[in-house]
């Protein structure tokens, strides 16, 4: 009787994992097709000097339009992307368009701004991380100085010693970094200070409930503090009030993204944003 029910058990568990390897499967196809057809679409965010409210730069953020035509968001495949290894691919795909765009634009003399984009840690790990890198940014003719690599915490953390040579020689081309998601991983303060980056950008968790709660006013707080005294410059992610951009103002948080300026947009509406802005 109990190897019957053993037998239950066995069978029941292997249907509920055949499900799940099945999806896997399903989903790993359809994301090498979408990466072979380069279906992907990349949306842009401007991100505001707070004093100034000039755009100082553009966030390219990945899209994806499935066979339906639905929009999948990136927390729904950059995990997935990043385990299977096909985010290297991913990320040239979104770069080379961005870059592209971004080009448009400054030949239009609608934007002159940088370009932030976003770098998953397998990038970082590979060997041929800065030579791949370079080779992009200079073949778009756009200036290196133009360039912001955001690099979350704790792909930074992963290998730091590793990181800190391979992006010195990234800086060294004038291409910038940023750490995206700044409190959030674990940091340990000695490498902040060795990593060659120049910009911090605070974790949209700690905006969110600003300015009511009280440990979140404690934490940008010094995060802010922690950046100036090291001469970073700081940028707060999910501003989406005029109150949270008063703190930041009053708090010496040089720039601003979120929904309060804008959101994410194709490039037809950055379009539009970049040239009505000021007006
Ligand atoms: P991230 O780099 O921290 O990007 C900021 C995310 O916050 C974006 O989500 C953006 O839409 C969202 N956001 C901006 N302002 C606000 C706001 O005011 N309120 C709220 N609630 N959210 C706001 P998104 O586009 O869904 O991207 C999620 C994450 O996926 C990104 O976080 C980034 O880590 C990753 N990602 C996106 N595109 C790429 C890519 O091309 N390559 C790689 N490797 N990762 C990417
Ligand atoms: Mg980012
Ligand atoms: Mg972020
Ligand atoms: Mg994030």
Redesign the pocket.
């Known amino acids: 009787k109990a190897k019957d029910e053993g037998k239950g058990n066995y069978q029941f568990y292997s249907q509920e994992m055949t499900q799940k390897a099945m999806k896997r499967i399903s989903m790993q196809s359809k994301l090498r097709n979408a990466i072979k057809n380069e279906v992907f679409d990349v949306y842009f ?1 401007p991100q505001i000097n707070a004093q100034t409210k000039e755009i100082i730069g553009l ?4 899209r994806w339009i499935d066979e339906n035509g639905n929009m999948i ?3 729904e495949f ?1 995990p997935f992307a990043e385990e299977t290894g096909m ?1 290297v691919e ?2 040239r795909i ?1 770069m080379k368009k961005a870059l592209a765009q971004v080009m448009q634009w400054r030949n239009e003399n609608i934007f002159t701004g940088s370009l932030s984009l ?3 840690m397998k990038q970082l790990q590979k060997d041929d991380f800065e030579l791949s890198i370079s080779n992009l940014i200079s073949s778009s003719k756009c200036p290196p100085e133009k360039i912001e690599l ?1 690099i ?1 915490e704790s792909g930074l953390m992963q290998k730091p010693e590793e990181s800190i040579a391979k992006l010195n020689r990234l800086k060294e081309l004038g291409i910038k970094i940023s750490i ?2 700044f409190g959030t991983g674990y940091s340990s303060l000695s490498y902040i200070k060795k990593l060659p980056i120049s910009k911090i950008k605070i974790d ?1 968790s700690f905006v969110v409930e600003l300015p009511d709660n009280k440990d979140d006013i404690s934490i940008v707080k010094a995060i802010i503090a922690l950046a100036s005294s090291l001469g970073l410059k700081t940028l707060a ?4 009030t005029a109150q949270q951009l008063e703190f930041m103002l009053e708090n010496g948080c040089h720039n601003i ?3 309060y300026f804008a ?2 947009m194709s490039i037809e509406d950055t379009t539009r944003f970049l040239k009505n802005f000021h007006k």
């Not at 966030?59 to 990945?62: D, I, R, W």
């Not at 992610?237 to 989406?240: D, K, T, W």
């Open positions: 965010q966030e390219a953020l990945v968001y990136p927390d950059i985010i991913l990320d979104v976003n770098l998953a955001e979350t995206d998601d949209k992610e999910g501003v989406e993204q979120g929904y959101k994410p």
